[in-house]
């Protein structure tokens, strides 16, 4: 049921200045791959084919990422180097990509609304590359969890995680009734309230599976917390109006969009996937 996903990809990462001033963060690399891959796979891994960016200006090298380049491939023709193509190639040709451009920055809301054409009125997952996920042992990825939870429950769904009551001004922050271990129906949603009026630990992160109504919702949002339009706004009138879930995911989480983070998940793939052979990620 879930064949599209939107990737929102047109922020500065100004965090990682100057390395994103000509480059965008996503690209930047986890060992050998840059993160967007890490997340276009993780879609791939739930089935998804239907692969929406959702760009703006300086973000070329995402295209170019993944599209075919014959000057590269020509050069490296029959040496071992082919064999650190093979992971990119095959998303090229098993998935179909499409871009459209975010002009202004208004936020994640405004960001998803504005791939809208992309996905039309389907049901759709929304990955945030910079939250890179690493699933347990014998799991499937963050988002191939999330869409068997679809299609059970078929309503909207984000991936939320406990943080320290002390970061909760850095997420959109959730509160539920417990469905079953791990699952929760929303009741209320807060973006980035201060610890003494977080309503919970439980924070939202970069995995979401939305329902196409949200787009018209998305369009009568006004501007929230900073000025943007806040996705937490939109689903939380949704799940006034109907149900949306909290899924509290099976895995680990690494916060690339800072410094820390990255530096962590870096690590991790190194130690966990590279230094064990497994190099051509």
Do not use: W
Not at 81 to 89: F, P, S, Y
Not at 135 to 143: E, I, K, P, R, T
């Amino acid at each position: 049921m879930i064949s599209k996903c939107l990737f929102p990809v047109a922020g500065y990462g100004t965090r990682f200045l100057p390395a994103t001033k000509a480059m965008p963060k996503e690209i930047l690399p986890i060992v050998n791959k840059p993160l967007v891959q890490y997340a276009v796979e993780e879609a791939s891994e739930a089935g998804i084919q239907d692969i929406g960016f959702v760009t703006g200006r300086g973000k070329r090298a995402i295209e170019d990422h993944f599209d075919i380049s014959y000057e590269l491939e020509h050069q490296i023709a029959g040496t071992g180097k082919e064999d650190n193509l093979k992971g990119i190639r095959n998303l090229i040709e098993n998935h179909r990509f499409a871009f459209t451009r975010q002009n202004e920055m208004k936020g994640l809301g405004h960001a998803i609304l504005t791939g809208r054409n992309l996905i039309g009125d389907n049901p759709f997952g929304v990955i945030l590359a910079d939250d890179f996920c690493v699933a347990g042992d014998n799991d499937d990825g963050v988002m191939a969890q999330m869409v068997k939870l679809y299609n059970q429950f078929r309503c909207s769904i984000v991936a939320i995680e406990e943080v320290p009551e002390d970061e909760t001004h850095k997420y959109g922050v959730i509160e539920g009734e417990t469905m079953k271990d791990g699952l929760y129906r929303i009741t209320d949603m807060v973006e980035k309230p201060p610890k003494d009026q977080a309503p919970s630990n439980l924070a939202i992160i970069g995995r979401y599976i939305l329902t196409p109504d949200i787009f018209d919702i998305l369009e009568r949002t006004k501007p929230g917390k900073g000025g943007e339009i806040q996705i937490t706004d939109a689903l939380l009138e949704q799940a006034k109006n109907g149900c949306v879930l909290a899924y509290q995911f099976r895995g680990r989480r690494f916060d690339c969009g800072s410094i820390d983070g990255f530096v962590e998940a870096t690590n991790h793939v190194y130690e966990n996937v590279y230094r064990r052979g497994e190099r051509n990620l």
